[in-house]
């Protein structure tokens, strides 16, 4: 077994790896499911694929840089476990440069996210899939064309359709990963909402999963106190009021009432 095999081996499932070409062929498959009604897509660039290789095939150990001599030293998974980590961080601020985000948007709702779980006492376990999770939270946008991504003004009702679309595109790029398919909750499920108007599926209540509605506060949170090319940052009372207002409508009250308060403003 190669070392980079180990994060695989963990779950179990030393079959189920999908190699760094399967893993292109797949993003190719669902950028060409995005075509319908004869939109265009726009192609990877070869930065981008590198970048899908990465994902697929996790790095080898030798990248991490060692621990120092009196430490504790690192196991083979878990050098593999880390090396990958730092991957998916590359991948999160590539996917933030290309949506033209907030620069350190993703880190933020991660480490908010993760605070946050940790409130709620989710196992240390399971936070390392919140964490990858909210890492890649907008991976599915990149079957998104550039011309809805990209647009100044509003979308069109047809885009919009198409934009949500991308926890779709998500699914079906993460699940065949068996160290990713963990993390799917939150690509998945983030823009799903408490009253069931979300979206792709409609989950209402606690039928969302518990990681993608604590995610969808930390993300609302972040993207309303920030700075956006159509408006600037609200301030922090005006969002407190419209996340209280909406408790039990777009958010889980309970978590709502766990948040507020982790929150400067």
Same mark, same amino acid.
């Given at each position: 077994?190669?070392?980079?095999?180990?994060?695989?081996?963990?779950?179990?499932? +030393?079959?189920?790896?999908?190699?760094?070409?399967?893993?292109?062929?797949?993003?190719?498959?669902?950028? *060409?499911? *995005?075509? #319908? @009604?004869?939109? &265009?897509?726009?192609?990877?660039? %070869?930065?981008?694929?590198?970048?899908?290789?990465?994902?697929?095939?996790? #790095?080898?150990?030798?990248?991490?840089?060692? &621990?120092?001599?009196?430490?504790?030293?690192?196991?083979?998974?878990?050098?593999?476990?880390?090396?990958?980590?730092?991957?998916?961080?590359?991948?999160?601020? *590539?996917?933030?440069?290309? $949506?033209?985000?907030? $620069? @350190?948007?993703?880190?933020?709702?991660?480490?908010?996210?993760?605070?946050?779980?940790?409130?709620?006492?989710?196992?240390?376990?399971?936070?390392?899939?919140?964490?990858?999770?909210?890492?890649?939270? %907008?991976?599915?946008?990149?079957?998104?064309?550039?011309?809805?991504?990209?647009?100044?003004?509003?979308?069109?009702?047809?885009?919009? %359709?198409?934009?949500?679309?991308?926890?779709?595109?998500?699914?079906?790029?993460?699940?065949?990963?068996?160290?990713?398919?963990?993390?799917?909750?939150?690509?998945?499920?983030?823009?799903?909402?408490?009253?069931?108007?979300?979206?792709?599926?409609?989950?209402?209540?606690?039928? =969302?999963?518990?990681?993608?509605?604590?995610?969808?506060?930390?993300?609302?949170?972040?993207?309303?106190? #920030?700075?956006? +090319?159509?408006?600037? *940052?609200?301030?922090?009372?005006?969002?407190?009021?419209?996340?209280? @207002?909406?408790?039990? =409508?777009?958010? $889980?009250?309970?978590?709502?009432? =766990?948040?507020?308060?982790?929150?400067?403003?």
């Amino acid at each position: 077994m190669a070392l980079h095999d180990y994060a695989v081996w963990s779950t179990g499932a +030393p079959n189920e790896r999908v190699t760094e070409d399967e893993f292109v062929q797949l993003l190719d498959e669902v950028v *060409a499911s *995005a075509r #319908s @009604g004869q939109m &265009a897509v726009r192609a990877l660039t %070869d930065d981008e694929v590198a970048l899908v290789r990465g994902l697929a095939e996790p #790095s080898p150990p030798a990248a991490v840089v060692p &621990a120092p001599p009196r430490g504790p030293r690192l196991s083979a998974w878990e050098c593999a476990r880390t090396s990958n980590d730092v991957t998916l961080e590359g991948w999160s601020r *590539a996917l933030e440069f290309r $949506d033209r985000e907030t $620069d @350190g948007h993703a880190r933020r709702v991660t480490a908010l996210t993760l605070h946050l779980a940790e409130i709620l006492d989710i196992p240390e376990s399971e936070r390392v899939h919140i964490r990858r999770g909210a890492l890649l939270h %907008d991976i599915g946008k990149m079957a998104i064309p550039d011309s809805i991504l990209l647009k100044p003004g509003a979308l069109t009702p047809q885009e919009w %359709d198409t934009m949500r679309l991308h926890p779709v595109y998500a699914y079906e790029l993460l699940s065949p990963i068996a160290h990713l398919r963990p993390a799917l909750d939150i690509p998945y499920c983030h823009h799903e909402r408490w009253d069931g108007s979300g979206y792709p599926r409609g989950l209402q209540g606690e039928e =969302v999963p518990l990681a993608a509605r604590a995610f969808m506060l930390a993300d609302v949170w972040d993207a309303l106190r #920030s700075n956006r +090319p159509y408006r600037l *940052a609200w301030p922090g009372p005006r969002t407190v009021e419209f996340i209280r @207002g909406n408790a039990g =409508v777009l958010f $889980d009250p309970e978590i709502v009432k =766990v948040f507020l308060p982790l929150v400067p403003y």
